[in-house]
């Protein structure tokens, strides 16, 4: 929103992604701290502590669970996508900073970043924003409000933000919020589901049974043969 524009018609960036039949239309985005200044009416409150990538073992897997799906195309993580991905990272020589941020209801977000050094004697530093979760629109301000107030860093850059989030609207200078990068994901749905494994040609194996749990098809059970012939068992 541009300098001068009425500060009355901001309100906070809504909890929905912008979606074109079907596609999820995520973005990378860079913001300079010194030029990047919220706008005196964007609302502030709640709290962000910081813990470190090994402390984050226990918490974050709840966290993530409580947020839930708060906005389409989110995808759950499992116990074992946390063991496969999150422990060892934490672990490793790039183990991330996490921040988490608490309303009155509790905790309802967090971002997981490092930094990234550049330039003469590592002069330039990077925020690299890997992992950005917020269960309404205060959190997401409590974050972006976090992330731009860090010292010493030239560059904020935050991957997978929806394009409905409207990072400029809380700026006093929208073009201080850069898009760097525009990605498609494509959501799909089986409409007709034993034509999908019929489609495809698959080796030799054990029959097995699909169970899909869509009010589409009433969470029906499908017999999978060797040949990729597929009927409803039940």
Known sequence: MPRGSDSSKWKCPPSTTCTTDGVVLPQLVRLHPWEARLRPEVPSGG???????????????????RLGPY?????????????????PLVRSARSPVVAVHSGPDGDDGFVAYRTMQSGDCGARVTLMVTDFHAGN???????????????????????????????EGMLDDWRACRTHSLND???LRLV????????????????????????????????????AFCETTF
């Open 71 to 87: 906005r389409p195309g989110v995808i759950g993580r499992s116990a074992s996508w946390w063991k496969a991905k999150w422990e």
């Open 137 to 167: 629109p205060e959190a997401v301000v409590g974050l972006w409000r976090f992330l731009l107030g860090v010292d010493l860093v030239e560059e904020v850059c935050v991957r997978r933000r929806p394009t409905d989030e409207l990072v």
């Open 47 to 65: 709290d962000v502590r910081l813990i470190d990538g090994a402390s984050s073992v226990s918490p974050l897997p709840r966290l993530h669970e």
């Open 192 to 227: 007709d589901v034993p034509k999908a494994p019929d489609a495809r040609s698959c080796g030799d194996g054990d029959p097995l049974v699909l169970e899909v749990g869509d009010e589409l098809n009433a969470d029906r059970l499908f017999g999978v043969s060797t040949a």
């Open 185 to 187: 994901d494509l959501w």
